[in-house]
């Protein structure tokens, strides 16, 4: 007989296999008398095999159903129950009889009901427990292990081929009634485990009384636990190969503690959705033919303080004032540091609790949805950290990292790189990014780090890499799953956006999956691609003083080369302006009216230029000063009471006459990946550091967009027009004196003359204002 463990001090006053003690309610003995003239004559239960019991006692049994709960047997029905240090444990059956089980020690309780007793019709009959313990705590419950399996032959199936695309609904923790009882269903892939029991704040955080059954070739654990509900609290502990157990946060959980806390939440949602017409609608019009302007945000610091449901009353209404049609969430899934980006991510299934309840979460999507405003969300397939109670060789062996220990661990950032071979793990990761989109409406997913996926040698010098069985640097297995990834969001989810952080020059990012694409594996199908090249090469132009821009006017003219080669966005985001790269107001050099007027001249190019836009949070008011985690963007620069406030709210006020004359130009967004509707007016002052260039809609209606980057006003600076164009009008001018400009603008209208210029016949003579961009239309 196995010894019987030693019982912890803190267990000893409420026995761990019981809820919060409870008191015998009145009449207890009156309950005990009539339990006892109840009694069913029972017999000693044949004895456990020393293998089971040890295996049973040590967490380690694929099968404790089998051993534990009713089962019919040569000569009548065993009854087994597993509850440590209880004092007792009867049997009550649905016809009110009882059978006092035997003590086996070690927490084991058994009885044999004779034929006549216990299989009357045959079948097994319903029965709870009563389990008492010492200081009189007596608990009722039914028994976990007399429920059939709550997963179907079709889930197994599914998880198997690696293929289940609604993962979160088959496995981790889910609230449910299992044949009329009220419980909690667990699930859990664990393949290498010798066995799985769950622990949580309803058994005193000790799994032995609850070990989970293994459901074969599928490398599930499942078990439905009876009176564990909402709210609770769990982990696994699972047993490894080598017999030691660890204690695991569910990779499934819909929700978790707080941080540093670790626990997985038992939750389900009961959010009613109020965006209905914004689904409806939000697929009329492909993304890359449609206005996108990106808020970037990281809700921890935004306004710092503020929970989901607070944000949801201010976020709305100050980018809806601004004018973005979307906002990107910097990641939002559970992870351990708060302080960072949130791209270590330990919780794949679950917004962070540091910010309310997932419900508290879809309140915020729904309030961005209901105010005309697209959310997206950085996802983050491309690794995670090595947190002992998290993914990290989860059941022993590598399970959702590479077994190969070149390719397990990524060098950069000391995390660790997804297995995208192993079916099940690219099932977890396909499935996740479903989940987000269907029960969190997310529309779109910036996935981080694609680069870092695509090539085995990313970051590794040589003899740091294997190369794969072509011989190659690719990593088919990472292309594979990348396409199965978008070609399962788009079928499932209409009108929702895929966009690529890229930072090569991998052909076919936001090509189909059936198209040709680069390294002959096909479009990656990604719906856009962060143009990094373009922010490179332009922020690299603006960081020179104007008198040296003339020895960099390629690196502004060169993007127009591949413009047209991916569908792209235009980033200045988070990775930008932090950890020592300054913010984007900084970079730019000169006296502070200088440094402010390119940071409106650079904003001006943007949202001229080819491709979506994307700001990270304090760059629309020019915010000097690098993000900080403690207490996000410097809002007191907008303050009215602030004596400098029109540096800072004039640069606000640009930004969403930007996002204003955007929407109504089609010129500016219709054919963005469409050669056709850009031209060059001017691509080769470099003396001047001027740039223009038309860009025209679907209907041939252009606009002219015309960048000064010398602080220098330019009288009569001539320029070819399209014919047929009597007169321009300017719509946008960044120095204007309401964004803290000097308030150079040109006459109304500017007429167009036969005047060539640029081989154009006809021309405009144009005033530029210093460091400044202006956009015309015709008048």
Same mark, same amino acid.
């Given at each position: 007989?196995?010894?019987?463990?030693?019982?912890?001090?803190?267990?000893?006053?409420?026995?761990?296999?019981?809820?919060?003690?409870?008191?015998?309610?009145?009449?207890?003995?009156?309950?005990?008398?009539?339990?006892?003239?109840?009694?069913?004559?029972?017999?000693? %239960?044949?004895?456990?095999?020393?293998?089971?019991?040890?295996?049973?006692?040590?967490? %380690?049994?694929?099968?404790?159903?089998?051993?534990?709960?009713?089962?019919?047997?040569?000569?009548?029905?065993?009854?087994?129950?597993?509850?440590?240090?209880?004092?007792?444990?009867?049997?009550?059956?649905?016809?009110?009889?009882?059978?006092?089980?035997?003590?086996?020690?070690?927490?084991?309780?058994?009885? !044999?009901?004779?034929?006549?007793?216990?299989? +009357?019709?045959?079948?097994?009959?319903?029965?709870? !427990?009563?389990?008492?313990?010492?200081?009189?705590?007596?608990?009722?419950?039914?028994?976990?292990?007399?429920?059939?399996?709550?997963?179907?032959?079709?889930?197994?199936?599914?998880?198997?081929?690696?293929?289940?695309?609604?993962?979160?609904?088959?496995?981790?923790?889910?609230?449910?009634?299992?044949?009329? #009882?009220?419980?909690?269903?667990?699930? !859990?892939?664990?393949?290498?485990?010798?066995?799985?029991?769950?622990?949580?704040?309803?058994?005193?955080?000790?799994?032995?009384?609850?070990?989970?059954?293994?459901?074969?070739?599928?490398?599930?654990?499942?078990?439905?636990?009876?009176?564990?509900?909402?709210?609770?609290? &769990?982990?696994?502990? #699972?047993?490894?190969?080598?017999?030691?157990?660890?204690?695991?946060?569910?990779?499934?959980?819909?929700?978790?503690?707080?941080?540093?806390?670790?626990?997985?939440?038992?939750?389900?949602?009961?959010?009613?959705?109020?965006?209905?017409?914004?689904?409806?609608?939000?697929?009329?019009?492909?993304?890359?033919?449609?206005?996108?302007?990106?808020?970037?945000?990281?809700?921890?610091?935004?306004?710092?303080?503020?929970?989901?449901?607070?944000?949801?009353?201010?976020?709305?209404?100050?980018?809806?004032?601004?004018?973005?049609?979307?906002?990107?969430?910097?990641?939002?899934?559970?992870?351990?540091?708060?302080?960072?980006?949130?791209?270590?991510?330990?919780?794949?299934?679950?917004?962070?609790?540091?910010?309310?309840?997932?419900?508290?979460?879809?309140?915020?999507?729904?309030?961005?949805?209901?105010?005309?405003?697209?959310?997206?969300?950085?996802?983050?397939?491309?690794?995670?950290?090595?947190?002992?109670?998290?993914?990290?060789?989860?059941?022993?062996?590598?399970?959702?990292?590479?077994?190969?220990?070149?390719?397990?661990?990524?060098?950069?950032?000391?995390?660790?790189?997804?297995? &995208?071979?192993?079916?099940?793990?690219?099932?977890?990761?396909?499935?996740?990014?479903?989940?987000?989109?269907?029960?969190?409406?997310?529309?779109?997913?910036?996935?981080?780090?694609?680069?870092?996926?695509?090539?085995?040698?990313?970051? +590794?010098?040589?003899?740091?890499?294997?190369?794969?069985?072509?011989?190659?640097?690719?990593?088919?297995?990472?292309?594979?799953?990348?396409?199965?990834?978008?070609?399962?969001?788009?079928?499932?989810?209409?009108?929702?956006?895929?966009?690529?952080?890229?930072?090569?020059?991998?052909?076919?990012?936001?090509?189909?999956?059936?198209? $040709?694409?680069?390294?002959?594996?096909?479009?990656?199908?990604?719906?856009?691609?962060?143009?990094?090249?373009?922010?490179?090469?332009?922020?690299?132009?603006?960081?020179?003083?104007?008198?040296?821009?003339?020895?960099?006017?390629?690196?502004?003219?060169?993007?127009?080369?591949?413009?047209?080669?991916?569908?792209?966005?235009?980033?200045?985001?988070?990775?930008?302006?932090?950890?020592?790269?300054?913010?984007? #107001?900084?970079?730019?050099?000169?006296?502070?009216?200088?440094?402010?007027?390119?940071?409106?001249?650079?904003?001006?190019?943007?949202?001229?230029?080819?491709?979506?836009?994307?700001?990270?949070?304090?760059?629309?008011?020019?915010?000097?000063?690098?993000?900080?985690? $403690?207490?996000?963007?410097?809002?007191?620069?907008?303050?009215?009471?602030? $004596?400098?406030?029109?540096?800072? +709210?004039?640069?606000?006020?640009?930004?969403?006459?930007?996002?204003?004359?955007?929407?109504?130009?089609?010129?500016?967004?219709?054919?963005?990946?469409?050669?056709?509707?850009?031209?060059?007016?001017?691509?080769?002052?470099?003396?001047?550091?001027?740039?223009?260039?038309?860009?025209?809609?679907?209907?041939?209606?252009? !606009?002219?967009?015309?960048?000064?980057?010398?602080?220098?006003?330019?009288?009569?600076? +001539?320029?070819?027009?399209?014919?047929?164009?009597?007169?321009?009008?300017?719509?946008?001018?960044?120095?204007?004196?309401?964004?803290?400009?000097?308030?150079?603008?040109?006459?109304?209208?500017?007429?167009?003359?036969?005047?060539?210029?640029?081989?154009?016949?006809?021309?405009?003579?144009?005033?530029?204002?210093?460091?400044?961009? #202006?956009?015309?239309?015709?008048?």
């Amino acid at each position: 007989m196995t010894p019987r463990p030693e019982v912890p001090d803190t267990f000893r006053a409420a026995p761990p296999s019981a809820p919060a003690p409870r008191r015998p309610a009145p009449g207890a003995a009156r309950e005990a008398r009539e339990e006892e003239a109840a009694a069913l004559a029972v017999l000693p %239960a044949p004895a456990l095999s020393d293998a089971d019991r040890g295996r049973l006692l040590s967490g %380690a049994h694929h099968d404790p159903h089998g051993l534990l709960g009713a089962h019919p047997v040569d000569g009548g029905l065993l009854l087994r129950a597993l509850r440590p240090y209880a004092r007792s444990v009867t049997a009550r059956l649905a016809d009110g009889r009882t059978a006092r089980l035997h003590d086996e020690g070690d927490g084991l309780f058994a009885a !044999l009901l004779p034929p006549a007793e216990g299989l +009357r019709g045959g079948s097994v009959p319903g029965y709870r !427990l009563r389990v008492a313990y010492d200081g009189d705590t007596v608990l009722e419950t039914e028994d976990p292990y007399r429920f059939l399996p709550t997963l179907g032959d079709l889930d197994l199936h599914l998880l198997r081929e690696g293929r289940h695309e609604e993962l979160w609904r088959a496995l981790g923790a889910h609230p449910t009634v299992h044949d009329g #009882v009220a419980g909690t269903r667990f699930a !859990l892939w664990a393949p290498n485990a010798r066995g799985v029991r769950v622990a949580g704040d309803f058994n005193h955080w000790d799994g032995t009384g609850f070990p989970m059954r293994s459901l074969g070739a599928s490398g599930v654990w499942e078990v439905f636990l009876p009176d564990v509900g909402e709210g609770a609290r &769990y982990k696994f502990d #699972v047993c490894r190969p080598d017999g030691s157990h660890s204690l695991r946060a569910d990779p499934m959980a819909r929700r978790t503690e707080c941080p540093p806390a670790t626990a997985s939440v038992i939750t389900r949602s009961a959010y009613t959705w109020g965006d209905g017409e914004w689904l409806a609608r939000r697929a009329e019009r492909p993304v890359h033919a449609a206005p996108f302007s990106v808020y970037e945000v990281h809700l921890t610091s935004w306004r710092p303080g503020l929970g989901y449901r607070e944000l949801a009353e201010q976020l709305p209404a100050y980018v809806s004032e601004l004018g973005f049609t979307h906002v990107e969430l910097l990641p939002v899934m559970e992870h351990p540091f708060g302080g960072s980006w949130g791209y270590q991510v330990t919780g794949y299934y679950a917004p962070t609790a540091r910010l309310g309840t997932p419900d508290d979460f879809r309140y915020l999507v729904d309030a961005l949805h209901r105010a005309g405003i697209g959310v997206l969300m950085d996802w983050v397939p491309a690794h995670f950290p090595k947190d002992d109670w998290a993914l990290a060789r989860f059941d022993g062996p590598p399970l959702y990292e590479h077994p190969d220990p070149l390719r397990a661990e990524h060098p950069d950032w000391g995390t660790l790189e997804f297995d &995208y071979g192993r079916p099940e793990v690219r099932n977890f990761l396909v499935a996740n990014a479903v989940y987000w989109c269907e029960e969190f409406h997310i529309d779109g997913l910036r996935v981080d780090a694609v680069a870092s996926m695509l090539y085995l040698d990313y970051s +590794r010098e040589e003899g740091q890499w294997t190369p794969n069985e072509h011989g190659g640097r690719e990593n088919p297995d990472a292309v594979r799953f990348l396409q199965e990834m978008n070609a399962t969001v788009y079928r499932r989810c209409p009108g929702v956006v895929t966009v690529a952080e890229e930072s090569t020059a991998w052909d076919g990012v936001t090509r189909p999956t059936h198209h $040709s694409g680069g390294h002959g594996f096909g479009g990656l199908g990604f719906g856009l691609k962060w143009n990094m090249g373009w922010m490179h090469d332009s922020l690299e132009y603006v960081a020179k003083e104007p008198v040296h821009r003339r020895y960099h006017h390629d690196e502004m003219t060169f993007s127009m080369v591949y413009a047209y080669s991916e569908n792209y966005v235009l980033p200045i985001s988070h990775d930008e302006v932090v950890h020592g790269k300054g913010s984007l #107001v900084s970079k730019m050099p000169g006296d502070w009216w200088q440094q402010r007027a390119g940071h409106r001249a650079y904003l001006g190019y943007m949202w001229a230029h080819p491709g979506k836009q994307l700001l990270f949070m304090g760059q629309e008011f020019a915010q000097g000063a690098e993000w900080s985690e $403690s207490h996000g963007p410097d809002w007191w620069l907008l303050d009215p009471a602030y $004596s400098a406030q029109g540096d800072h +709210r004039g640069v606000r006020d640009l930004v969403a006459d930007l996002n204003a004359r955007y929407l109504e130009t089609p010129a500016l967004w219709e054919q963005d990946t469409d050669p056709s509707g850009f031209a060059w007016v001017e691509a080769d002052a470099r003396e001047d550091n001027v740039f223009a260039f038309l860009r025209f809609a679907a209907d041939g209606s252009p !606009l002219l967009a015309v960048s000064n980057f010398c602080p220098v006003v330019r009288h009569g600076y +001539r320029l070819g027009v399209p014919e047929g164009v009597p007169a321009w009008r300017e719509v946008l001018n960044t120095d204007a004196a309401r964004y803290g400009g000097s308030g150079v603008h040109n006459p109304e209208p500017v007429k167009s003359e036969a005047v060539t210029a640029q081989g154009r016949p006809v021309s405009v003579g144009l005033t530029l204002p210093p460091l400044a961009t #202006v956009w015309l239309r015709p008048a």
